[in-house]
């Protein structure tokens, strides 16, 4: 008869054990020219992020654009950086203790072990999905921080979990959630931040909801993200009793010279105060935790080309972040996966 020996020995003789994996898409590990490069290089070289042919793509990146973008990005990240480092890692950290002590509420503290990687950079997801196997998790959930899915995100960080578990001589059961666009407490959380802010500040005369661009092509092919920051927009208003006078989606962070998804973020900010729309608030719904662009591209940079053009009032409503309705609705993704 067979023996089983090791972790996964141990594992058949005790209850399951779940590891709950969030995930991001990256940050440099110091805002510096160097390390901006290193992880300009591991994001821009995968296929998933630009879907031109690889032989092209490779001479353009490593002769041009890492040779020259690095130093400008490290100029963006110095001016969002703090003192806990990273925004976006910092944030990750504080959602993993708070879904952690939530989780904890409804299971065994010691039946569910929450831990985070990003897709780029560290924390790996191969050290992370180590640490499970380490641990004799037998149940991995794996939940991408990507609202709404695309693939040079959310199918990214599969393909990165698939190709860890390749190594594995014995691979445990794997719950992959790859979207959450129209999760009821994720919309939920908008609106009440959303609310919040008017609570405090008054109804602006537009609300601009601006989600990360993708080229046209993605879309023509099949990625569905598109559809989904429109089901995601189409829910929000709805919950916030919004007609379609009080709001505006875009697109942001465009790169190249190909056509994105439009509107465009700047072009349009930059097209309001003539319509004499002077006060917005400016929220991107796509984005589970603020980064370079949101606290750069979006409250800074936007902010710029809006007043520039002639607008009076601009204020960003900051990304869910910890917010314990945010962590609500992680909680409700995973929950459903732990039985």
């Known amino acids: ?26 940050t440099p590990e110091q805002p510096t020219t160097s390390s901006v490069r290193r992880y300009l290089k591991e994001f821009l070289s995968d296929a998933r992020v630009v879907e031109i042919p690889r032989l092209v793509w490779l001479i353009i990146l490593h002769g041009i654009i890492l040779r020259v973008r690095p130093s400008k990005s490290a100029k963006l990240y110095q001016s969002i950086w703090t003192e806990q480092g990273s925004p976006l890692l910092a944030i990750t950290k504080q959602q993993q ?3 952690k002590a939530k989780l904890a509420q409804q299971y065994a503290e010691n039946d569910v072990v929450v831990d985070i990687a990003m897709r780029y950079g560290e924390p790996s997801i191969e050290s992370a999905l180590n640490n499970f196997q380490q641990q004799g998790i037998n149940n991995i959930i794996v939940t991408p921080l990507y609202p709404q899915y695309a693939g040079p995100t959310t199918g990214s960080t599969f393909d990165a979990i698939a190709k860890v578990l390749t190594k594995w001589r014995w691979v445990p059961s794997l719950h992959f959630i790859s979207s959450y666009h129209d999760n009821p407490l994720y919309i939920k959380a908008l609106a009440n ?8 500040n008054g109804k602006p005369d537009k609300l ?8 046209k092509l993605f879309h023509k092919a099949g990625d569905p993200y598109y559809d989904y920051c429109q089901r995601t927009t189409e829910l929000l208003v709805a919950e916030l009793g919004y007609g379609e006078e009080d709001y505006i989606q875009t697109f942001q962070s465009r790169f190249g010279k190909a056509e994105w998804l439009k509107p465009y973020t700047d072009e349009t900010l930059a097209s309001l105060p003539a319509q004499g729309i002077k006060n917005i608030a400016i929220m991107s719904p796509a984005f589970s935790a603020d980064c370079l662009e949101t606290l750069e591209e979006l409250e800074s940079e936007n902010r710029e080309i809006f007043i520039e053009a002639g607008g009076e009032q601009y204020h960003y409503i900051p990304a869910l972040n910890d917010r314990d309705d945010h962590i609500d609705a992680i909680v409700s ?6 039985a």
């Open 333 to 338: 993704l995973v929950a459903a996966n732990i």
């Open 1 to 26: 008869m067979a023996r089983f020996t090791g972790n996964l020995a141990n594992s058949l003789d005790k209850p399951a054990k779940t590891g709950v994996l969030i995930t991001n898409l990256g």
């Open 193 to 200: 931040s959303v609310n919040e802010y008017i609570s405090a």
């Open 97 to 99: 203790v708070k879904l």
């Open 208 to 215: 601009v909801l601006s989600y990360h661009g993708m080229p």
